[in-house]
């Protein structure tokens, strides 16, 4: 560990590492010097972000995964054992927008796929890498929300309602994780230019 390189040799795992938050978030692990494993659905995407990595001077391993497959969360956990015996970091960023629209114009499967990707797939993460952030000497967590969470605003009731759900969990995770080394943190970061951000409000000048 050097001053330039705080997390040399530090394991650290970001879903929605392709783009965005995500890809912006594996960057800055990887140039601080912790292996990143990146964690999204595009395989371009992926390999973009591998290219970004080491261009920076990092290393990264490509994870190609869905989230709602929940049985491959499972596997990576133990994959990630087999290989490295821990791991430093997560940061929970994979998220949808999913459809804005009154509750009752939802459609099930787009309820369905929200709730599995904004709620039950951080809950099954939880479940696969909790173990091995317990093995580091200093695990850290960080979820990203949304001020979505906390405005019972028009339209938006599924993203801020599994928003919500995941404050709930990461905070349920914090306090059971009080007496030891691991720290689980929510993470706001405001609004920020993204494809996402871009979607949700299609008239707003990106670059403001």
């Known amino acids: 560990m050097t001053a330039d390189r705080p997390l040399a040799d530090k394991i650290a795992l970001v879903t929605g590492a392709t783009r965005g938050i995500g890809a912006a978030t594996a960057i800055a692990l990887a140039r601080a010097g912790a292996h990143v494993i990146c964690v999204g659905r595009s395989d371009s995407g992926l390999q973009d972000i591998d290219d970004n990595i080491r261009a920076v001077g990092g290393t990264a391993t490509l994870v190609p995964l869905d989230l709602k497959d929940f049985e491959a969360i499972d596997r990576l956990g133990g994959a990630l054992y087999e290989r490295y015996g821990r791991l430093d970091v997560f940061v929970a960023n994979a998220g949808v927008l999913g459809p804005l629209s009154p509750l009752g114009h939802v459609y099930p499967k787009d309820w369905d796929d929200i709730v599995a990707v904004n709620l039950t797939a951080n809950w099954r993460c939880v479940r696969s890498f909790d173990p091995l952030l317990k093995l580091s000497p ?54 920020i230019r993204t494809l996402m951000r871009a979607k949700a409000f299609p008239g707003e000048d990106p670059m403001t």
């Open 138 to 191: 200093a695990g850290r967590v960080v979820m990203i929300s949304s001020g979505a969470a906390h405005k019972a605003r028009a339209y938006w009731g599924p993203y801020a309602l599994t928003k919500a759900g995941l404050e709930v969990l990461a905070r349920t995770w914090a306090a059971e994780s009080v007496s030891g080394n691991l720290k689980v943190n929510l993470f706001n970061p405001g609004p």
